[in-house]
């Protein structure tokens, strides 16, 4: 175990990358390390649901297993449930896709990683929060503002880091069956083993359906989605602590199948007759296909001294059918990432450099039926409106030096030059600053760039549940999204009581485009456009507090407040119309609390979420009066009992039934003009009752 520890210590950086700064890294992985050798019992009775690191250069929240553990989280769309600072919603009240927000922007502005891979980009970005099982999951790492250049240009608001279960230290066995009242079934499965003194493998399982026709205010629309959906993922690691090597290599394969909007079942429920026009049927369809390496050596007879190589693709088709508008498409995309950890004169000095490379082809159609000349619909052949194919070749330099040499004091500096095939060369610089005044006091500092590719299509699936016309003439000459993040970090260890400690983190956060992809619903109620920002000052503050303690032995109290300040500018000709973001909460506070009796044998969890007015999309042009949705509390609770091998969960979401009313505008009629089923801003069902098992079988590796 030693030898193992002191290999892996030297090539830490190589899978870590950059969440953390140098400093963070070695702290971590040592706690890591140490908490191997420990009794799992030891591990989670003292590891808080969500920590606020104090090592890390970046502003970073993360939640831990035992986060995931307070409410059902059957995927990564429902594990942010406790968390204020990321914020997941429905697109529309149709597909069940959901999208995540980060420093009061949409996710797109963010970079998720899977282990430090990126992820969950472009055509799988649609329903891919949907596709992560939380039981897969040992933390998720969320860091706020500019973050390292290693893995690309694309973080604007932020990254969310993803770190899987290790087959190197996992149960053989563990189970997670969950159902509740609408009949939603769903099984998580990881099992690993050592295959050789050198080899572990993992297998993870995941499937889910859910078929039961749920229509709670007679809209005769289904709430939420029919779905079928499994996910096997295929884990090996390799560890030769004498050649100092670790490889992890990943296959994964992902098919779902989901049915909404009107069915022949839902009007068969209501008594309803199936009208004349027929029914808005939605259908999708995705299949995805990830394999990946990651491979770090290292080098011979230099200590802290490694050599990194990731290679990483994903193919990705998509076919959905929105009453008279279809989306179809398919993406390849391959990520290479080689990386030189070392340092100059001596370990307070060191640096990362390395060479990126990454392609991305799309290929996608997009059909609309509706003849809007004269304001009705057709039944003739579909059309193609849209094909929009776009191949990106993307090369990239970079390096990232890291300071320590002053008492208390980090410094990240990164910068990386790409050029892109379809928008050119694109200079990327960032900086993060840490110093901690003393062993109570740390301040952050951030500052940096970032940029993204759009894909206004998949990107804005939800408007496909509409009646608008997508005007997309100018679709070709639209430039790369780019914006500048500045922010601010400071946080305290304020001693309390009986030798323990609150954390209280305090921040600030200015996202400010130079230039930004539009999608403008307010200019017409019957259409959608997507034009450049053209420097227009579109920006959104965002400021935050978060507040973790444990009161006394058992009980944890986490809480956060956060408000947002978004502006955007609509372009008509040489008008130019400056308003709040629309759909966005102004803020969002959270309380939970948690007790856990000795031994953890019963916990007991209870959140409370507080939602601000969001200001709703004008129908008549921009000069529409105000209207802003209603702050809205929702409440969950959960009740757990543990043993040694197994743990009984039963809970509630949305316990008061906290709903939007009339989430799909004109649903009597899905085809007339005014249909939309994308202005959501709150819950779409009702309270949940559900319940699980987690079964824990044989030797943790």
Do not use: D, F, H, M
């Given at each position: 175990m030693n030898l193992r520890i002191k290999a892996g210590s030297r090539i830490l950086i190589l899978f870590s990358l950059f969440s953390w700064n140098i400093k963070a890294q070695e702290t971590n992985e040592q706690d890591s390390l140490r908490n191997i050798q420990t009794e799992e019992i030891v591990v989670s009775s003292v590891r808080s649901g969500t920590i606020l690191s104090s090592f890390s250069s970046f502003k970073t929240e993360m939640i831990t297993q035992t986060g995931l553990k307070k409410m059902a989280c059957c995927n990564l769309s429902e594990s942010f449930e406790n968390s204020a600072s990321a914020t997941v919603g429905f697109t529309d009240a149709v597909s069940g896709a959901k999208q995540i927000q980060l420093l009061g922007l949409s996710g797109?502005?963010?970079?998720?990683?899977?282990?430090?891979?990126?992820?969950?980009?472009?055509?799988?970005?649609?329903?891919?929060?949907?596709?992560?099982?939380?039981?897969?999951?040992?933390?998720?790492?969320?860091?706020?503002?500019?973050?390292?250049?290693?893995?690309?240009?694309?973080?604007?608001?932020?990254?969310?880091?993803l770190e899987f279960k290790k087959p190197n230290n996992t149960e053989s066995l563990f189970i997670n069956a969950y159902t509740d009242d609408d009949q939603h079934y769903e099984i998580n499965i990881t099992t690993a083993t050592q295959v050789a003194p050198n080899l572990w493998t993992s297998l993870l399982l995941s499937g889910m359906t859910a078929s039961e026709v749920h229509d709670e205010n007679s809209d005769n629309f289904l709430d939420m989605p029919n779905v079928k959906y499994v996910n096997v993922y295929n884990r090996w690691f390799y560890l030769n602590d004498e050649k100092g090597i670790q490889s992890r290599t990943g296959i994964k394969f992902l098919y779902e199948d989901r049915v909404a909007g009107q069915t022949a079942e839902c009007h068969k429920k209501h008594g309803v007759e199936i009208p004349p026009y027929g029914l808005f049927e939605t259908s999708i369809h995705n299949k995805n296909f990830t394999a990946y390496n990651k491979t770090g050596i290292a080098i011979a007879g230099n200590e802290g001294q490694s050599l990194g190589l990731i290679n990483s693709f994903t193919h990705h088709e998509q076919n959905s059918i929105f009453g008279r508008k279809n989306f179809s498409g398919t993406q390849n995309s391959y990520y290479l990432n080689f990386l030189l950890s070392s340092f100059i004169n001596n370990t307070s000095h060191r640096y990362m450099a390395g060479a990126s490379f990454v392609y991305d082809k799309y290929n996608t159609q997009f059909t609309d039926n509706a003849d809007f000349n004269t304001n009705t619909l057709t039944h003739s052949p579909q059309r193609p409106l849209a094909s929009i194919n776009r191949t990106e070749i993307i090369p990239g330099i970079f390096v990232e030096y890291t300071n320590m040499q002053f008492k208390n004091l980090t410094l990240v500096a990164g910068l990386r030059t790409d050029y892109n095939s379809f928008f050119g060369w694109l200079v990327t610089p960032r900086l993060n600053i840490k110093y901690d005044v003393n062993n109570f006091v740390v301040i952050r500092a951030s500052a940096g760039r970032g940029f993204r590719s759009p894909n206004i299509l998949a990107e804005n699936i939800g408007l496909m549940a509409s009646s608008r016309r997508f005007n997309i003439t100018d679709i070709n000459d639209l430039d790369i999204e780019q914006a500048w993040n500045f922010g601010g970090n400071i946080a305290f260890n304020i001693p309390i009581w009986s030798g323990k400690q609150a954390k209280l983190s305090l921040d600030y956060f200015h996202t400010r485009f130079t230039n930004q992809t539009i999608t403008d619903t307010e200019r017409n109620r019957n259409e959608v456009f997507f034009y450049n920002s053209n420097g227009t000052s579109n920006y959104a503050n965002a400021w935050q507090a978060d507040l973790a303690a444990t009161i006394f032995k058992g009980l944890d109290l986490f809480a956060a407040f956060r408000y947002n300040n978004n502006n955007i500018v609509y372009i008509d000709g040489t008008r130019l119309v400056s308003t709040d973001l629309p759909l966005v909460s102004n803020y969002r506070g959270l309380v939970n609390i948690s007790y856990a009796t000795p031994l953890r044998k019963w916990i007991f969890d209870a959140t409370a979420q507080f939602n601000g007015k969001a200001r709703l999309p004008g129908l008549n042009g921009y000069d529409s009066e105000k209207i802003y949705s209603p702050a809205f509390p929702v409440y969950f609770a959960q009740i757990t009992r543990n043993t040694k091998r197994f743990d009984i969960y039963l809970g509630a979401e949305n316990i008061f039934s906290f709903t939007q009313k009339e989430p799909i505008r004109e649903w009597v009629d899905p085809f007339a003009r005014d249909f939309d089923a994308s202005m959501i801003w709150g819950p779409v069902s009702g309270a949940r009752i559900y319940g699980g098992i987690r079964l824990r079988i044989g030797k943790l590796y």
């Open positions: 797109i502005y963010s970079q998720t990683l899977a282990e430090n891979i990126p992820t969950l980009r472009g055509l799988a970005s649609t329903y891919g929060l949907s596709y992560i099982p939380a039981s897969w999951l040992e933390t998720i790492q969320i860091s706020k503002g500019t973050s390292s250049v290693i893995n690309g240009y694309e973080s604007i608001t932020g990254q969310i880091n």
